[in-house]
């Protein structure tokens, strides 16, 4: 298995292949929607609707791709990982597939929906306060296979066939727009568009209220929202 938690890790296009191959069957490869077909303008305005995947969200790209490459003896220990709830839920989805335990550790504030969602996956949750979160993710047991949600950069390469597919499905594209979180989604989609067509440009969305990758830039610092 590659290093995953490698910060100068940048997957290439051969990379991206071989991630959509690994996933090809357990992730979807969601069609492009036009959100408008007005009869006065076309606004050639393409949605990809990661909603569809079996889980509710693209995390199953990453997650799966993640696991398949970790040696059978070690994934036999168990999956774990640290989420608010659509990394957990895709990582129980896919414990189950290897037939291994999971366990995630979730904000206390974490949406009840998000927590009831992931134990229905059979993952045992553990709630925690911020503080402990983060002395967690700097130094979780190795009792599990531990997903970190912050430095496993092999997340790059399942959650990149999403530019993939959305160059190979149409080729013309101009412009991806890829909402910003930790920055593994936009990251491996902007690689793996330009890979296929460097012109492309890749736009991260910050939600108004989260705005901390648009604020670091502006500053030209790290910001803590």
């Known amino acids: 298995m590659k290093e995953s938690r490698n910060p100068k890790h940048r997957p290439t296009l051969k990379d991206f292949r071989e991630a959509a191959s690994r996933i090809e069957g357990i992730s979807l490869h969601t069609p492009l929607l036009p959100l408008r077909w007005y009869k006065e303008e076309d606004t050639q305005i393409l949605l990809k609707p990661e909603m569809l995947q079996s889980v509710g969200s693209y995390k199953i790209r990453g997650v ?18 640290l989420s608010a709830g659509n990394m957990s839920q895709a990582l129980g989805y896919v414990a189950n597939m290897f037939g291994v335990p999971a366990r995630a550790i979730m904000p206390d504030y974490a949406p009840k929906s998000k927590i009831e969602a992931s134990r229905k996956y059979g993952i045992e949750v553990q709630l925690m306060p911020l503080d402990g979160l983060i002395r967690y993710v700097n130094n979780p047991p190795s009792d599990y296979c531990f997903l970190h949600p912050l430095a496993d950069f092999g997340l790059l390469d399942g959650h990149g066939t999403i530019g993939v597919e959305v160059m190979e499905d149409a080729p013309e594209t101009d412009t991806i727009y890829v909402p910003l979180g930790m920055g593994f989604l936009s990251s491996g989609v902007a690689l793996a568009a330009k890979a ?30």
């Open 196 to 225: 296929l067509k460097p012109s492309v440009r890749v736009i991260g969305v910050n939600a108004e209220y989260s705005p901390h990758f648009y604020e670091s830039l502006r500053q030209g610092r790290v910001v803590t929202i």
């Open 64 to 81: 799966y791709n993640w696991a398949a490459q970790i040696p059978a003896k070690e994934r036999r220990k168990g999956l774990s990982t």
